[in-house]
């Protein structure tokens, strides 16, 4: 296992090596699933976070404003070397894909007369499906690792039924879900 942040012996990531590592996520995860290419280089390939850490990470970023992904961003560029760390992680993850979209946007907009629209569709259609089943696989391996007992797999269950089965929106479930869950986990903490 490699040492982790607040050890002695770890040793800060370079900012260009956190610059790298988000121009990859970024570059992999174009059309979605971000958050499982995050949680990969950043836990499973160097070790920067353990899981627990980046699902808190990840927490904290779904509940400030802004792009959870770009929050997440922020989050382990801080977390690994303060401010500077944090603009590494943003440009590195925005830079080239802002680029790629603008492109596809202006080949999108000139084959509009052709058959290329339809192919450009197409493939950025594909690319969102690939993006669902990466956060979809991301999310049952984290849920095997960190959710364990009856009321866990209850709130997490309460909470992706009212978002994905019956369209609550996400702040309304995450106002009631968040403090009855926070209540919950301090009841049945061990003592």
Do not use: K
């Not at 990969?40 to 792009?67: C, I, N, T």
């Amino acid at each position: 296992m490699r040492n982790r942040p607040g050890s002695e012996s770890f040793d800060q990531p370079s900012l260009a090596s956190l610059f790298v590592s988000f121009v990859s996520i970024g570059m992999m995860s174009f059309g979605g699933g971000l958050a499982a290419w995050t949680r990969r280089e950043v836990v499973q390939r160097r070790g920067w976070l353990d899981d627990q850490q980046f699902l808190s990470g990840y927490a904290l970023s779904q509940l400030v404003p802004g792009a959870t992904n770009v929050n997440l961003a922020v989050f382990i560029g801080t977390q690994m070397r303060g401010a500077a760390g944090a603009i590494a992680c943003f440009c590195g993850l925005t830079a080239l894909p802002v680029a790629i979209v603008l492109v596809l946007g202006v080949l999108y907009l000139h084959s509009q007369e052709t058959t290329g629209g339809a192919r450009v569709s197409l493939a950025l259609g594909g690319m969102g499906a690939v993006a669902i089943g990466l956060n979809l696989g991301t999310g049952v391996r984290l849920a095997q690792r960190n959710i364990r007992g009856p009321i866990p797999i209850a709130v997490t269950a309460i909470v992706t039924l009212s978002i994905g089965v019956f369209g609550f929106p996400l702040v309304h479930v995450l106002l009631v879900m968040l403090p009855i869950s926070l209540l919950l986990a301090w009841l049945t903490r061990p003592r």
